[in-house]
């Protein structure tokens, strides 16, 4: 063995030793730390401590049982199929220079709620939020007698309409 040699190997030796020992005293504290279960951090915790807020108790979300909906996966089904075939009767139209099928009736989807200000349709949270606000500009508007609902143009609206019509085909009456 050379003298290279003989200094690698007690280099070796002295490092064997020293990953020994730390070895040794590091497997236990290993082990405990992780066989120990540790509890979750509460920084609510935390920020209540020392102050006289009492602490907070989750409450337990509420246990109603919501009805499943019904599934309405055939009313979507034909309702895709009668969309394309509108589209394949429009397509063909324009290339035989036909006038174009009148549009398909929409389809109306049976879980929405429709409003009775507006008649316009809503899933449920939003139908919550929407016909409040509906009925509140509904009871603010004033409508010419003889008119029913929101539905219809008032008239000051029609009036506004024909006028600006008027306009555009004479632009140089006042």
């Known amino acids: 063995m050379g003298e290279g040699a003989l200094a690698e190997h007690k280099v070796f030796a002295i490092r064997f030793c020293f990953f020994f020992a730390s070895q040794l005293r590091h497997e236990p504290i290993c082990r405990k730390v992780f066989t120990k279960k540790r509890k979750t951090f509460s920084s609510l ?22 009805p499943e909906k019904k599934s309405n996966w055939r009313q979507l089904h034909e309702d895709f199929i009668n969309a394309i075939q509108s589209a394949k009767q429009v397509t063909k139209a324009m290339k035989e220079g036909r006038p174009l099928p009148p549009p398909p009736p929409p389809s109306i989807n049976p879980d929405y709620i429709q ?4 008649l316009r349709r809503f899933n449920e949270a939003a139908a919550e939020r929407h016909i409040s606000f509906c009925k509140e500009q509904a009871s603010r508007r004033v409508f010419a007698p003889g008119q029913k609902s929101a539905k219809q143009a008032p008239v000051s ?18």
């Open 45 to 66: 915790k935390q920020r209540l401590q020392g102050t006289e807020i009492p602490s907070v108790k989750k409450q337990p979300p509420p246990s109603k049982k919501q």
């Open 115 to 118: 409003c009775p200000y507006c």
């Open 157 to 174: 609206n029609t009036f506004a309409l024909c006028f600006l019509a008027d306009r555009l085909t004479r632009p140089n009456r006042l």
